[in-house]
């Protein structure tokens, strides 16, 4: 049953100053936070924070030594069930062989998408017998999906989007429908419970409300993490960042017992652990370092609802042209993906020289398939073709955007060949800029990482109109 916005409000808030006393926890704590983010979008609430795109041993023992919180982008929310495995085994491989040699304690922040979405628990299953492997056990694993920025909250357990002045359960959501990562329940028990199949019962789990939390009971609210059975499933409810803040201190109580953890989280989480400020919303001048006359280059993939009424406005913009990709070739002849392929990069060369920005947008329909693994797949062959397309624009643009989790990291890795990058913080609340740096395609142009699933009708175009520097 939907709820009303103000129920979001009705909660006491603590006399607590819990972000000073998070910042001392991180001052003493000696773990290293690793972020495997299964898309981009995951750096939506930091700032000053670094990116790294890969996960080979050199990158990795680098990162740990030189830092205290960092991603990895995995982008594995676009891979297969095999293809995660894989992935996930090979990076905790990099990071054990660096925790051997340099005696770095770790824990791993699984970031994915705030509406439930992904590969779960298959990732933290996989990074629990890692953390068991080299810490001798893993305590448990903690699902934690609030992300305030998105309008994504968990109360009485069930985890709700915000929709105008109504907060929806979770699975009366599109996000629920997806073709590869649907669901059926909003209460998080249940949906452990049935993401598991039944291996853990939704009687069993573990779970945090926002009564205990907003009592700020620290002694007691740690005393139930520490002594929490092992390999439990734990689930937090949230409402506002006080309440990460809240667990997030009773977390730092249960490292200094020896506790391991594997967190499943969003974006919110992250910084309310690490102690990061917010930071006011980026404007032009913090994020263009070299003016020219040339036009930006926004690639939209996302298929969402919210994504479709974004662009219907975005086409309003001056200077905005739309290009809509063909992706339905893909189940044509290769000559035809060919050619559409060829007409969309000569056609966004012109606009960008002109000073105009490209829009380029794959078809607003769902190509028919059979089943999960062939969405999955059909879903890549449809960002290969966009990538080939941005990969061969050679006019630096002013600024480029991409909508939607797996085509921003697709653009990322593939069209911009971005090794690192540093978060310069939000262009929009749950918007985050990337800095690029001089290893990638256009070093110095911000790159603008936009969530499908993130803002309201207007946000996107509004974004567009910071960069122009007319808003």
Not at 72 to 93: A, D, P
Not at 189 to 208: L, M, N, P, Q
Not at 440 to 446: A, D, K, N, T
Request: a negative charge.
């Amino acid at each position: 049953m939907k709820k009303d916005i103000r129920e979001l409000h009705k909660y006491p808030y603590p006399d607590i100053d819990a972000q000073a006393i998070i910042r001392q926890y991180v001052r003493d704590d000696d773990h290293v936070f690793i972020v495997l983010d299964d898309d981009p979008t995951g750096t939506q609430c930091v700032h000053d924070i670094r990116v790294c795109t890969d996960w080979s041993y050199e990158t990795v023992k680098k990162a740990m030594e030189s830092e205290k919180l960092f991603f990895i982008l995995t982008n594995s929310r676009g891979l297969s069930v095999k293809e995660t495995e894989k992935l996930h085994n090979e990076l905790c491989e990099n990071v054990s062989r660096v925790y051997q040699e340099t005696g770095r304690k770790y824990l791993y922040l699984s970031r994915s998408d705030s509406t439930l979405r992904g590969h779960y628990p298959l990732e933290c299953d996989i990074l629990s017998k890692w953390l068991e492997k080299d810490f001798g056990k893993a305590d448990g694993q903690i699902l934690f999906p609030y992300f305030r920025e998105g309008g994504r909250y968990t109360i009485d357990d069930v985890h709700y989007v915000r929709y105008k002045d109504d907060l929806i359960p979770c699975a009366e959501t599109e996000f629920a429908k997806d073709e590869t990562f649907g669901y059926s329940h909003s209460d998080l028990k249940e949906y452990i419970e049935e993401k598991t199949s039944g291996a853990y019962r939704k009687e069993d789990v573990i779970s945090f409300s926002l009564e205990e939390l907003r009592n700020a009971d620290i002694a007691s609210l740690s005393d139930k993490l520490i002594h929490a059975k092992q390999d439990s499933r734990i689930i937090v409810n949230a409402v506002d960042d006080i309440d990460a803040r809240i667990f997030s201190i009773i977390v730092y109580e249960a490292l200094k017992k020896g506790k391991i953890y594997c967190f499943r989280t969003a974006a919110s989480f992250v910084k309310c652990l690490e102690g990061i400020s917010d930071q006011p919303l980026l404007k032009k001048k913090d994020m263009i370092r070299e003016e020219n006359e040339n036009g930006g280059l926004i690639v939209v993939g996302s298929h969402t609802d919210k994504t479709n009424l974004q662009l219907n406005e975005l086409l309003k913009v001056d200077g905005t042209e739309a290009l809509a990709f063909r992706s339905s070739l893909v189940n044509e002849g290769s000559d035809q993906l060919e050619e559409e392929i060829t007409r969309c990069i000569a056609l966004s060369e012109k606009l960008i020289t002109e000073g105009k920005t490209p829009v380029i947008y794959t078809e607003r329909v769902l190509i028919p398939t059979s089943d999960k693994e062939e969405a999955l797949r059909k879903s890549v062959a449809i960002s290969d073709a966009l990538m080939r397309i941005v990969s061969s624009i050679g006019t630096r643009p002013s600024y480029v955007i991409a909508k939607g989790g797996i085509t921003s990291a697709d653009v990322a890795v593939k069209g911009l060949t971005i090794k690192e990058a540093l978060v310069l913080g939000q262009i929009q609340p749950g918007v985050p800029v990337w800095s690029l740096e001089d290893d990638s395609r256009f070093p110095g142009v911000p790159y603008i990482i936009f969530p499908g699933n993130v803002g309201d009708d207007d946000t996107l175009k509004n974004a567009v109109l910071i960069l122009k520097g007319e808003k």
